[in-house]
């Protein structure tokens, strides 16, 4: 056992078990507890639970940070020390042990008992992403730095942790030094634990690949839910809560409840996806409950039940499959915006709109050309080059025939 405080910790040899685990229990008052590996549930993150619920955080926000939460608290018995004694030095490690360790491995739910196998991540060929690897993303990493940041200053002001922020911010720099006026004020402290995040190009589905995913659906209701993501923009959990009475064909309008905002807003939508929205309510007709504050999407197999995130998902990852490809539900989303703002004649600001930003700048990343469109444009580039340009002939000097004319009297009456 390594002492307190000891800055030699040896984190090549540590291990981090996947003990405890995070539940969800059905209750609207606590949807997420997390268990320690004897079962029983955390006060400290009750607690914090209870205060993002206060703050109007949803319950997918809880689910989010208490992954977060969860990593945190196996490191922490793994080196044997209480999350209230937890000091900068096991922040430390622990920042060190997630940027540069595995995750823990997972055994298949199939077979629980058997060791887990681990698979080589190649990039797709048709997309060109990778698929989750062994290491930590560094948008989980950050993200991990911010919630516990956020939960040791919540426990700091009730006076049931630590005197000290274990997470504490980086040290604050010469105010807006060297800024460019042209470029938006960027916040100026930070974690002193959290990476550098890589600014990233969403990526969007191209048009042909695109119909010939779509050609792979296999329902009307799966082709109607494909076709409100490409059109309206809405995160697949907006469009999966949508009810019943939200959809306006006659205006070509859904009504969606916003992640952030929990507002309404009416997004406007393709009229091929009305179309395909109306075949599938044909098809359920006198199935399903068809109430104005019934859902609108439903299980196609008995017993009938709202369609969750995770069976939408199901639904994409298979048509994925026949097409080799391994495109989410959330690039559709940036396929709608890359659409939008290539669009003349319709404002960014219209985008801004549609996309339920808070902020333009979020929204203008989507007028940066893909990688695919620069690969394109420099090859057409080449290409110009290569080809033989015709010379120009140079134009002969002379005088003009009407002036001759004047000039020795030619010219007509």
Not at 48 to 56: D, V
Not at 63 to 76: E, I, N
Not at 248 to 261: A, F
């Amino acid at each position: 056992m390594i002492e307190r405080g000891d800055p030699c910790r040896d984190l090549g040899s540590l291990v981090v078990p996947r003990a405890g685990s995070l539940a969800a229990t059905g209750d609207l008052w606590e949807p997420y507890r997390l268990l320690d590996s004897s079962g029983e549930p955390i006060a400290a993150v009750a607690a914090y639970f209870g205060e993002l619920q206060a703050a109007g955080r949803s319950a997918a926000t809880q689910r989010s940070y208490g992954m977060a939460l969860l990593r945190w608290f196996r490191f922490l018995w793994a080196v044997e020390i209480a999350w209230q004694e937890a000091t900068r030095v096991e922040a430390r490690d622990f920042s060190r042990w997630i940027q540069i360790g595995s995750k823990p491995a997972r055994p298949h739910w199939r077979a629980p008992d058997q060791p887990p196998v681990v698979k080589t991540k190649r990039t797709n060929p048709v997309t060109g992403k990778r698929p989750p690897g062994e290491k930590y993303a560094s948008s989980t990493i950050a993200h991990c730095e911010t919630v516990l940041r956020s939960f040791y200053g919540l426990h700091l002001d009730a006076g049931t942790g630590p005197l000290v922020n274990p997470f504490p911010l980086a040290r604050a720099k010469r105010p807006h030094a060297h800024h460019n006026p042209m470029d938006r004020f960027e916040p100026q402290r930070v974690g002193l634990f959290r990476p550098r995040q890589p600014k990233r190009i969403p990526r969007q589905i191209p048009e042909e690949v695109f119909n010939d995913l779509f050609a792979r659906l296999s329902t009307d209701r799966d082709r109607a839910l494909v076709a409100f993501w490409v059109s309206t923009g809405a995160r697949a959990a907006e469009l999966l809560g949508v009810l019943r009475s939200a959809a306006d064909p006659g205006q070509q309008l859904i009504t969606v409840v916003r992640k952030g905002s929990r507002a309404l807003q009416q997004l406007p939508a393709s009229p091929d996806a009305f179309v395909w929205l109306r075949l599938y309510q044909q098809q359920v007709h006198g199935l399903v409950p068809a109430g104005p504050d019934d859902p609108l999407w439903w299980t196609l197999r008995r017993p009938f039940r709202p369609l969750n995130y995770h069976a939408a998902r199901a639904m994409f990852v298979r048509a994925n499959a026949l097409l080799g490809s391994n495109w989410s539900l959330h690039d559709l989303r940036h396929t709608a915006a890359y659409r939008l703002a290539r669009d003349p004649e319709t404002p960014i600001t219209d985008v801004q709109w549609v996309l339920g930003h808070a902020s333009l700048t979020t929204t203008q990343i989507y007028t940066t050309p893909t990688p695919a469109d620069v690969i394109d444009a420099v090859l057409a580039h080449h290409r110009r080059r290569s080809e033989p340009q015709p010379q120009a002939q140079p134009e002969r000097l002379g005088y003009r025939p009407e002036s001759l004319d004047v000039l020795f009297g030619r010219s007509k009456p």
